[in-house]
């Protein structure tokens, strides 16, 4: 399957640990996205790289936050010292442009739950 | 301003059409697309529209867009359990210097098809 990955697909820790999920995108993507989707809600921007670097965050990143992606493949999503309100579904796309189309392909997403 | 709005709820019979519909205000929303996401799933890539078609259909989907009251629709026909999911409703607008193109999501459709 050559679809994006996500690991763990769920995670429960408590309120003051930290959390690293990881996203595999698919291998020819140059773009890879960062999304939050809370209950009964769509997906939230977070963040976005090209390749390697880290182009854009959003304000709903606090300084928590902090995501990789070394070498342009996989990327990270660190959130330190988790509070209750992190408690989400943290989704990652692909993409890879072509002209002004871009159509973004999900993983099936890690679901956190902060007690 | 962005905000995609979509309807809460829809119930259909099987073999019923249904008619999702969603509204936008970014009138340089260059692609929308409609993602369906089945309960603990990421979103699965349906279709797509360029802001320069009216119509598009892809078997059993239709896809009408009506730039001048910026209105999306999605139209499934011959409904089947299998289509009971959420449908979520995104535009995609190339923002900033970077060219970022997250998807600016609604809150979700929920279709729920009845046998």
């Known amino acids: 399957d050559t679809g994006v990955s996500q690991n763990p697909r769920h995670k429960i820790t408590k309120r003051g640990q930290n959390v690293t999920f990881r996203c595999d995108p698919i291998?020819?993507?140059?773009?890879l996205y960062w999304y939050r989707q809370t209950l009964g809600q769509g997906p939230e921007f977070l963040t976005y790289?090209?390749?390697?670097?880290?182009?854009?965050k959003s304000r709903l990143l606090s300084d928590r936050f902090s995501a990789e992606r070394p070498k342009g493949s996989f990327s990270t999503l660190e959130i330190q010292r988790t509070e209750q309100g992190d408690s989400a579904m943290y989704l990652c796309?692909?993409?890879?442009?072509?002209?002004?189309?871009?159509?973004?392909?999900f993983g099936p997403g890690t679901r956190l739950l902060v007690l | 301003g962005e905000d995609v709005e979509q309807s809460l709820f829809l119930s259909v019979r099987e073999g019923d059409s249904s008619v999702i519909n969603c509204t936008y205000t970014?009138?340089?929303?260059?692609?929308l697309y409609w993602y369906k996401q089945e309960p603990g799933a990421g979103l699965q890539l349906l279709t797509y529209?360029?802001?320069?078609?009216d119509m598009k259909q892809d078997q059993r989907l239709t896809v009408l867009l009506n730039k001048k009251d910026k209105h999306l629709s999605l139209r499934i026909a011959d409904t089947q359990t299998g289509d009971s999911a959420i449908y979520f409703c995104?535009?995609?607008?190339?923002?900033?210097?970077?060219?970022?193109?997250?998807?600016?999501f609604g809150s979700g459709t929920r279709l729920q098809v009845q046998p």
């Open positions: 790289f090209q390749n390697e670097a880290q182009l854009e």
């Open positions: 291998s020819e993507h140059n773009r």
């Open positions: 995104a535009e995609s607008i190339a923002r900033g210097d970077t060219g970022r193109r997250a998807l600016t």
């Open positions: 529209i360029f802001s320069n078609m």
């Open positions: 796309a692909s993409s890879q442009t072509r002209g002004q189309k871009e159509t973004q392909y």
């Open positions: 970014d009138s340089s929303s260059t692609y």
